[in-house]
């Protein structure tokens, strides 16, 4: 009986297949709706949403915060003072690059709008919270 050493062109053959099998499974894993390449993208795209959220929240807190001092450690009366709403509208600046603020229709925009066509915008009641919403452009 001979003894044969090395390997034959079908184990060679089923190596290759089995090898391309993964390739094409790692491909489809990196790429696609689903892959890691595109939640990376929209995560950077959430990531930059939420920091214009936040961005617009702190500021609205901060002024806020001004119009309470402004109405009882600075003694203004009620009647000197604006409501909280209008204040902020009259103080609410727009952040280049992270949000717009409609002074028109009194409407915040988030300006990073990258993800599936949708983006951020939001409302100030009169207690100065916001409201978001996420309309389709």
């Known amino acids: 009986m001979k003894n044969n050493k090395g390997i034959t062109?079908?184990?060679?053959?089923?190596?290759?297949?089995?090898?391309?099998?993964?390739?094409?499974?790692?491909?489809?894993?990196?790429?696609?709706?689903?892959g890691v390449l595109t939640q990376a993208k929209n995560a950077s795209s959430?990531?930059?949403v939420a920091e214009a959220k936040e961005s617009v929240s702190?500021?609205?807190n901060e002024l806020v915060s001004e119009f309470y001092e402004e109405k009882y450690v600075n003694?203004?009366?009620?009647?000197?003072?604006?409501?909280?709403?209008?204040?902020?509208?009259?103080?609410?600046t727009s952040e280049e690059g992270l949000y717009n603020y409609d002074t028109a229709?009194?409407?915040i925009t988030i300006i990073p709008v990258n993800r599936e066509g949708k983006q951020e915008t939001g409302t100030i009641d009169a207690d100065g919270?916001?409201?978001?919403?996420?309309?389709?452009?």
């Open 9 to 34: 062109l079908i184990a060679l053959v089923i190596t290759i297949i089995v090898l391309l099998i993964l390739a094409g499974v790692s491909i489809a894993m990196l790429t696609g709706n689903n």
């Open 105 to 107: 229709n009194k409407t």
């Open 75 to 92: 003694s203004n009366t009620a009647a000197e003072m604006a409501s909280v709403k209008t204040y902020i509208e009259a103080n609410l």
């Open 129 to 137: 919270a916001i409201t978001w919403t996420n309309p389709t452009v």
């Open 46 to 48: 959430d990531t930059k």
């Open 58 to 60: 702190l500021k609205v």
